[in-house]
Nanobody, 122 residues
Framework: QVQLVESGGGLVQAGGSLRLSCAAS????????MGWFRQAPGKEREFVAA????????DYADSVKGRFTISRDNAKNTVSLQMNALKPEDTAVYYC???????????????WGQGTQVTVSS
């Protein structure tokens, strides 16, 4: 079992940057692929980025490629999402998620954090 707690959300102007962090409890963090998802009001939760257990493989939604970077530190039980060149359409609640199997859909993930709000003003 792994429990996840996100931090780092906030209000930023368009073009700015934010770094989200997700701290995981438990000694099995390295056994989980990790992902970031987001959900805007009135919309479904959507995939943002994923990283494999070792960190050797990553995937991104087309909408964030080249702007967002996912990384993990298995020694510190953390996964991060560096978000640059933010746009108003990036406004959403961002969720950290963990899965025993690597995937890019929310159905692959069994463990979820509580979410952190990111608001990008124009």
């Amino acid at each position: 079992q792994v429990q996840l707690v996100e931090s780092g959300g906030g209000l930023v102007q368009a073009g700015g940057s934010l770094r989200l962090s997700c701290a995981a409890s438990g000694r099995t963090f390295s056994g989980y692929a990790m992902g970031w998802f987001r959900q805007a009001p009135g919309k479904e939760r959507e995939f943002v980025a994923a990283i494999s257990r070792s960190g050797g493989s990553t995937d991104y939604a087309d909408s964030v490629k080249g702007r967002f970077t996912i990384s993990r530190d298995n020694a510190k039980n953390t996964v991060s999402l560096q978000m640059n060149a933010l746009k108003p359409e990036d406004t959403a609640v961002y969720y950290c998620a963990g899965s025993r199997n690597y995937g890019t859909t929310r159905y692959a993930y069994s463990h979820w954090g509580q979410g952190t709000q990111v608001t990008v003003s124009s």
